[in-house]
C-alpha cells in the first residue's frame, strides 16, 4: 500500500489542499455546509455519519 501525501491548511472558511505536487484545489467550509472547487460540489453535514452532496461536476472536463 504506498503512503500518500495530503495537507490542508485552514484560514477561516477557506481550506487549501495541497498534494506533492502543489495546490490540488481549494473550498469554503461555512458550519455544516462546504464546497469545493476541483468537484464543485456543495456538502452539507448531517446528524450522525451522514452528508448530504450535491452531484457538482462529474469528469475531467
Not at 506533492?20 to 453535514?45: F, V
Given at each position: 500500500?504506498?503512503?500518500?501525501?495530503?495537507?490542508?491548511?485552514?484560514?477561516?472558511?477557506?481550506?487549501?489542499?495541497?498534494?506533492?505536487?502543489?495546490?490540488?484545489?481549494?473550498?469554503?467550509?461555512?458550519?455544516?455546509w462546504s464546497?469545493?472547487?476541483?468537484?464543485?460540489?456543495?456538502?452539507?453535514?448531517l446528524?450522525?455519519?451522514?452528508?448530504?452532496?450535491?452531484?457538482?461536476?462529474?469528469?475531467?472536463?
Amino acid at each position: 500500500m504506498p503512503i500518500l501525501f495530503r495537507k490542508a491548511m485552514r484560514f477561516g472558511p477557506l481550506v487549501l489542499n495541497f498534494t506533492p505536487k502543489g495546490l490540488s484545489s481549494w473550498g469554503l467550509k461555512i458550519g455544516r455546509w462546504s464546497w469545493n472547487s476541483k468537484t464543485r460540489a456543495h456538502r452539507y453535514d448531517l446528524p450522525g455519519p451522514f452528508s448530504w452532496r450535491s452531484r457538482g461536476r462529474r469528469g475531467g472536463s
